[in-house]
């Protein structure tokens, strides 16, 4: 057998650059999609620069770009997600498999409230915000054995960034994610030292306490394995572990926003403010028209012709009272009163507002009154359309959050028996 060559039946990567291969195959695939992304994150963030028409610092602009992160905001308490409810499905018919499903319910539940009071964290809500603003949910529910003995329930869910994770999707269920993970140095060395793994190369870094490093993560149904690259760089590598997971599955469950029939991953999901980042940026450029108009034009100016003949405009705004000229009697006096094209301005922000109301959310949904909407009834057909647009978003989600209790339960029954950990959780089977 050929150095670095592998077995057969042993398909875990063995080596950091096959860890890093897979890697770079997978995120290849997202690249388009994250492009996308970044120009909504930038309107999040308010990071993306309205054009100006002047240069002049002291004008008036449009500096918070709110509607963008409002939709988000919006249908996310719509989606309502804290009224999750979950259902085991019994296998078979009769009082004894329906009262053991119930409480598995119950254990459901239990988990949820443990898991998210010992992480001070709702992975459902950080789940559906990522759902509407990246256009996918990610589950990644995970067994921690470093737990034992610290009173801690062994599992968490983490619901990443998924612009950081990227799944390979086969025909039925995903055949392997990978995932890049920025830890503090101080961090890294205690998932380091709480697995028994090599921590020498990291402590010889007198600073690495607090450096952040780059890991590459990867997962398939049988294997986990995770690399240490440099920040910002998937070059080279120290691999820190590749082994077996004894999940049974691969760990993680993804719900797609706006999903398509496309098999290409940029068209296979999108945020929902995806199709119309476009208006949105334009909504923001007139409006900062508009705002330099009214400073520009607010006061009048005021045109005279000076001793020595020459014409001379006198601005209000720019000139104030300690500039005061003296005008010689006689001259002729003329206010001028620009007035912006404020017309075509109103008609491209229509334009461009109804385009946005018709792909993400009626104005009418954030309590503003309904233009054009003369009767209730009107009024009652666009808040159904408000309705069926947030119903729409439910079924996929809701799949991710119930798939990763299924996962959850699993964990359990794999690793509860026998292992010294405290898999307890705040429910009574016994009701």
Not at 199 to 211: A, E, F, P, T
Not at 296 to 323: F, H, K, M
């Amino acid at each position: 057998m050929a150095k670095g060559s592998k077995a057969m039946d042993d398909n875990r990567p063995a080596t950091a650059e096959e860890v890093l291969t897979e890697h770079e195959n997978a995120k290849d695939l997202y690249r388009p999609a994250m492009t996308k992304n970044d120009e909504i994150q930038k309107l999040i963030e308010n990071t993306y620069t309205v054009p100006r028409d002047i240069a002049d610092d002291g004008n008036a602009r449009v500096s918070q770009i709110v509607r963008a992160r409002a939709i988000i905001e919006k249908f996310r308490q719509m989606l309502q997600v804290d009224t999750l409810e979950f259902s085991v499905l019994p296998m078979a018919s009769g009082d004894s498999e329906k009262k053991f499903t119930t409480k598995l319910e119950r254990v459901i539940r239990g988990m949820d409230r443990r898991i998210k009071y010992e992480s001070k964290r709702d992975y459902d809500r950080d789940a559906a915000f990522w759902y509407i603003f990246r256009g996918q949910a990610i589950y990644i529910p995970q067994f921690k054995p470093d737990y034992k003995g610290k009173s801690k329930f062994p599992i968490r869910v983490y619901t990443p960034d998924p612009n950081s994770v990227f799944p390979v999707i086969g025909d039925d269920d995903c055949l392997y994610y990978t995932q890049e993970v920025d830890y503090y140095g101080r961090e890294l060395c205690r998932i380091l030292e709480s697995g028994d793994y090599e921590v020498s190369w990291l402590k010889g870094d007198d600073d690495y306490k607090n450096k952040v490093y780059r890991c590459v993560k990867y997962a398939d149904d049988t294997y986990h394995a995770m690399v240490c690259v440099a920040k910002d760089t998937t070059e080279g590598g120290k691999l820190i572990y590749s082994k077996k997971h004894e999940y049974g599955f691969t760990p993680i469950t993804i719900g797609r926003c706006m999903d398509t029939p496309l098999a290409s991953s940029e068209w296979a999901y999108s945020s929902v403010i995806a199709p119309v980042v476009d208006s949105l940026k334009q909504v923001y450029i007139l409006m900062s028209k508009i705002a330099t108009g009214v400073n520009l034009y607010y006061y009048p100016l005021i045109l005279y012709i000076s001793q020595e003949g020459r014409p001379i405009v006198w601005n209000p705004a720019v000139n104030t009272g300690a500039d005061l000229v003296h005008i010689m009697p006689g001259s002729d006096l003329k206010v001028i009163n620009p007035t912006p094209n404020a017309q075509i301005i109103n008609q491209a922000l229509s334009f461009h507002l109804g385009d946005i109301s018709l792909m993400t959310l009626p104005d009418v949904s954030f309590g503003e009154s309904p233009q054009n909407l003369e009767s209730g009834y009107a009024i009652a057909q666009v808040m159904s359309a408000v309705s069926g647009a947030v119903k729409d978003k439910l079924p996929q989600f809701e799949q991710a959050a119930g798939d990763c209790r299924g996962q959850m339960l699993r964990i359990v029954e794999q690793f509860s028996r026998g292992s010294g950990l405290d898999f307890s959780v705040p429910v009574n089977l016994e009701d």
